[in-house]
């Protein structure tokens, strides 16, 4: 039902991500396709679509339940990217960010996942003190092995951002027949000296993140006791 409402009641953000995965480049700059490819394409564009207008409707959700800042220009603009490549099937790409089993090979030693909207995306660092991650977070969206997106908290000496959240979208794309290519865009963020302190804080944490990733493909799992 929220999906048939009137264009007026989408969050000017999913208008622009849906005019944006929908509309594309102009036809005029596209070489001719066929009707099967374009059907592809197509079919492409409406699951990224879709994805786009759970991200913000499970933002919205989030930010009712007071766990999530409001959705505000500022916000939008400002984020952290990290992109990496690995050599891996892309099925076992997904696998990493989308399942505890997965995730605990690279991300941190515990985690608690559940594949659905409004699941648990529960990341813990250090096994032995919960407040060390992200207990009670959830998943905003996913598209199966394209996209996953997540809220995302601060550690405990950055209460006011811990308190109000920020989200995660991990996006996903075969950059050849042997290769996945990750981009990971954390966005959410406010203004002010602590907000600063945690987008500067995570910049260097996401580094490592990834590169955990790209570790895990190429050497094996992470092994956290020898961490």
Known sequence: A???????????GARDAFRKVIIGKRASDEQPETFESQWRSMNKKMFMAIAAVLVFAGISKAQEGGHMPAVVQGARERAIVKEVVVKAPLSAVWKAWSTSEGAATFFAP????KLAIGGPYEITFDPKDEKQGTKGLKILSYVPEEMISFQWNAPPDMPNVRKIGTWVVV????????????KLTHLGWQEGAEWEKAFQYFTR????????????????PIDWNKS
Not at 4 to 12: A, D, E, F, K, V
């Open 110 to 113: 515990k985690t608690n996942i």
């Open 205 to 220: 944490a996401w580094g490592i993140v990834m590169g955990n990733l790209e570790r895990r493909f190429s050497q094996g």
């Open 2 to 12: 929220w999906l048939t409402s009137s264009r007026s009641t989408l969050p000017g």
């Open 171 to 182: 996006q996903l794309s075969q950059a050849d027949a042997e290769h996945v290519k990750i």
